[in-house]
């Protein structure tokens, strides 16, 4: 048991069956956690061991995070399940030691083309969770002609413009992680592989992309296959929007 604000060193011992490398995982399960902290260990067996110092360059732990969320009709209340489930977001974020920046936008393509709803969101903001309840809880008379992807390309256009919120968003040589929300399909006009590409063109192979969408499990929701699609390009997930999805945030 490791309270909070201590520590404790593992030795992890192994006895290989064969020769080559191995890789496994210490699993720390949390009380206050349905899912676990995994922590990776390595280890090789060689016939002729030799020691080897190995440095290890500090990791890049910037990531830039943009949430499209729909604005629709029928999503008041999967805009505050996606408010109730920041806690995950934010507990694992603190675990990684991820500096963020969070931005929200909507699917609204018509009225607010892909601008921020609110200032940019960081580790150091005031009440956070709460900033972030209110910004995610974009409202139910936006466009019924969603277009996520568009939505998020539009993002990227009104951070190059400078508009008030977006210019603040995209850091230099930060990863990047988009996360849609919708219990629709995507109708954006361009191909899932365009918005791919411009994606990998701005923020090089450092990128990911997520969605929480409509799924054939789900009641009164339209399957995207568009939003699998850009999932993945970039490697990324997947989750039904009638799921219990605090563990994929």
């Known amino acids: 048991s490791i309270a909070a604000g201590e520590f404790k060193v593992l030795t992890v011992e192994f006895d290989p069956t064969r020769l080559g490398n191995f890789t496994g995982f210490v699993e720390i399960p949390m009380d206050d956690r349905t899912f676990s902290y995994f922590v990776p260990v390595f280890g090789s ?3 002729t061991p030799t020691a080897v110092d190995v440095y ?3 990791r890049n732990t910037e990531v830039d995070v943009l949430f499209v969320v729909d604005n629709s009709c029928s999503m008041g209340d999967d805009q505050q ?3 109730n ?9 603190a675990l990684q030691q991820v500096d963020f920046q969070i931005g929200v936008t909507t699917t609204d393509v018509i009225t607010d083309p892909g601008n921020l709803v609110g200032p940019v969101l960081r580790p150091s903001t005031p009440n956070l969770e709460q900033a972030f309840s209110d910004q995610v ?3 139910v008379r936006g466009s019924g002609w969603e277009r996520g992807l568009e939505a998020s390309s539009l993002a990227f256009t009104r951070a ?10 995209f850091r230099p040589g930060a990863s990047f992680v988009v996360i849609y929300v919708s219990d629709e399909p995507d109708q954006s006009p361009l191909s899932v592989a365009t ?6 063109t701005r923020f090089g192979g450092d990128v990911l992309a997520a969605a929480v969408a409509g799924h054939p499990s789900c009641p009164n929701t339209a399957f995207s296959g568009r939003y699998e699609d850009i999932v993945q390009f970039t490697g990324g997930i997947l989750e039904p929007i009638c799921s219990s999805w605090g563990q994929s945030l």
């Open 45 to 47: 067996a060689e016939a």
């Open 195 to 200: 918005y791919f590409q411009e994606m990998q």
């Open 85 to 93: 489930n920041f806690d995950s977001f934010i507990r694992q974020a």
């Open 137 to 139: 809880n974009v409202g």
């Open 160 to 169: 190059d413009q400078n508009f008030v919120n977006n210019k603040d968003l």
């Open 56 to 58: 290890t360059q500090e």
């Open 81 to 83: 399940n996606l408010a």
